[in-house]
């Protein structure tokens, strides 16, 4: 079946301009995750929606960005006023269950290059 | 989630098996061990998980100790399409992964 998708896969964008990254789950998955990857570092959370509930947003490194789930389905992740660090690929997963055993699917990505 | 040790990187001949380690001293005993790996240019991908006894599935073997204070990813049969990032990862509770360093493998043909 269909995978997680995520768009666009590249962007390069101006410092101080606001981009809107896209993630689509895989269908009928209630859990959705963002992680951001810099160069040369690790992957690191930024948001978590379940279902219907409030998103944990511990991750998010500042009020520029914020994201939202429409429909629990589709979501979308807004990065205001881009910074050169924040040039990273940002990646989305899902999946169908929440809990300590639970699978994440990954998409493959979308890298923003922030000028 | 507590804090796992991997080597940075190993290196192996292709069609060997291949062992990575990893260190949990500080496991408590609901932690899951869950293994992904993350290929050139591509998001990560689930390889594996277990609570105490040793899992196998199509891709690799997850050895547990019997302290569950280390585990050891193996990979039977090392292919050029395994060289990545391995991550060991523990997880109690919360939903999002913590990944760490990982290991990276490279396959020498």
């Known amino acids: 079946g269909a995978g997680v998708s995520q768009s666009p896969s590249n962007k390069v964008t101006e410092k101080g301009k606001d981009v809107e990254l896209r993630c689509d789950p895989i269908?009928?998955?209630?859990?959705l995750y963002w992680y951001r990857q810099s160069l040369g570092q690790g992957l690191e959370f930024l948001i978590y929606f379940q279902g219907n509930s409030a998103p944990d947003k511990s991750g998010l490194p500042s009020d520029r960005f914020s994201a939202e789930r429409t429909g629990g389905s589709v979501s979308t992740l807004t990065i205001q006023r881009t910074q050169q660090e924040d040039s990273a690929v940002y990646l989305c997963?899902?999946?169908?269950?929440?809990?300590?055993?639970?699978?994440?699917?990954f998409g493959p990505g979308t890298r923003l290059l922030v000028l | 989630d507590a804090k796992t040790t991997q080597p940075n990187s190993m290196e192996s001949n292709e069609e060997e098996p291949v062992h990575l380690p990893c260190n949990h001293s500080t496991i408590s005993g609901t932690d899951y061990i869950h293994w992904y790996r993350q290929l050139p240019s591509q998001g990560p991908e689930y390889v594996i998980h277990g609570l105490t006894s040793n899992v196998n599935n199509r891709m690799a073997s997850l050895a547990i100790a019997e302290d569950r204070k280390s585990s050891t990813l193996i990979l039977h049969r090392a292919t050029l399409r395994d060289a990545a990032v391995y991550y060991c990862i523990l997880r109690d509770a919360g939903n999002m992964l913590t990944f760490g360093g990982g290991t990276r493998l490279m396959v020498k043909p």
């Open positions: 269908s009928g998955h209630t859990a």
């Open positions: 997963a899902s999946s169908s269950t929440t809990g300590v055993w639970e699978t994440q699917y």
